[in-house]
Structure formats: C-alpha cells, structure tokens
C-alpha cells in the first residue's frame, strides 16, 4: 500500500477536521513543509503532475490537497490516477471528498470518516436548546427518550428544569409561573428517587402539564 497518498471520504466537517490531524502529524515529523491546496472543480491537472512529481524548491516536503473530489467528472479522476503512479517520495498528497468516481484501487488508503454517534445525554440537552419547540415535539421526543433511556430520570429532569429556564428568558412564561414549574419539577424529582412514583417508563406523562400550550 502507498504511505503517502491517502484518499478521504466524509462530509465537509469531517474532511476539514481530518485533513487538520493529517497535516499537524506530518508537520510534526518535517520541519520544512509546502502546503498546496486545489480544488476540484477549477483544477489544472498539469500544474498538479508538476507539484506531484517534482519536490519543491524552498521546502524539502510537501503536502498536496485536493478538495471535492466528488466534482472530478470520471475521465478527469481516472487521468489524476494515472498521475499517482510515479509520485515523489517527499510529497504527501491527500484526496478529499464526499464521494469518488471510481474505486481508486487497492493499493491506496481509502478512509471512510463515519460521523460518532452522540450521547443520549448531548442528545437530549441539544433539543431542549432548541428555541421553538412544539408541545407534540417534546411529548413524542420524552417518550421515546424514556423508552430507549429507561434508566436515565434525572437526565430528562435536569434537560426539563433547562428547558423551563428557557422559557422563562425568552419570556414565554412569567416569573410566577416558572418558580410553579420548577416546584412541580423537583416535587417529581424527589417523588421518583424516594420511590413514591414508580420509574418505569410511564411516568413521564407527569411532565406534560409542564408545557406551554
């Protein structure tokens, strides 16, 4: 397999992210580096095959970058190929995009970024910051929380007593009515840990009455 040509697939966040940690290990290792960037869609595939195959001048490395690479059309991506094959030693090229026009081949690495799935916890508060949220929207997401998180009361406690914070500051509820709910709230909280209301999923039908309608 070919070290230094690494072919990358994934969105734009995930491919600028990466790209980040590519070139920061590399220029841990070289101290003299040129970094050169092209995008695919106005690429000059001579001017690549001169960078590609011939180390530059005021830097004894090289990192190339080649950008949406889902844009090549397939004789464009099948010439860039082609230009792989005698690529210098010192040059470190990294081929990025959400997609290819063809299987580069099994002699390169292809890295397939896979976005990490997020905590229950992360999910839950995200949606509570959510400024406009319908009371359908909170029933049904507390619901299916409970179902797949049984075991997670004081999470949806804590992202409720935030939710009724944001209420309160966007001034949806009044000052009367938010000490009600969070009363309420902890009331629940202590009724749920003392075991005086039972935790299976159910109980959350209790904070419904929290919800502007």
Do not use: C
């Not at 490395?61 to 099948?78: G, P, R, S, V």
């Not at 995009?97 to 690495?109: M, W």
């Not at 997401?141 to 914070?165: D, G, H, R, V």
């Amino acid at each position: 397999m070919t070290d230094n040509i690494k072919f990358l697939i994934g969105n734009e966040e995930q491919l600028k992210k990466r790209i980040e940690e590519i070139k920061n290990n590399f220029q841990e290792k070289h101290q003299s580096i040129n970094i050169i960037n092209y995008y695919a869609p106005e690429v000059d595939l001579k001017d690549i095959k001169n960078n590609l195959l011939n180390p530059s001048l005021f830097a004894e490395n090289k990192i190339i970058i080649i950008h949406y690479a889902e844009l090549f059309d397939k004789k464009t991506w099948e010439k860039l190929l082609e230009i792989l094959i005698n690529i210098s030693e010192e040059i470190f090229i990294i081929i990025a995009g959400e997609s290819f026009k063809k299987n580069p081949g099994n002699k390169y690495s292809v890295e397939i970024l896979e976005e990490k799935e997020e905590s229950p916890e992360k999910q839950i508060y995200q949606f509570f910051r959510r400024r406009y949220l319908k009371p359908s929207e909170i029933m049904e997401k507390i619901t299916l929380f409970i179902k797949e998180n049984p075991y997670k009361q004081t999470l949806i406690i804590s992202a409720f007593e935030q939710y009724i914070q944001q209420l309160f500051l966007n001034k949806i509820i009044s000052f009367e009515e938010f000490k009600n709910k969070i009363e309420y709230l902890n009331d629940i909280d202590y009724k749920l840990k003392s075991g005086k209301i039972n935790s299976t999923p159910g109980w959350e039908v209790l904070l419904f009455r929290l919800i502007p309608l």
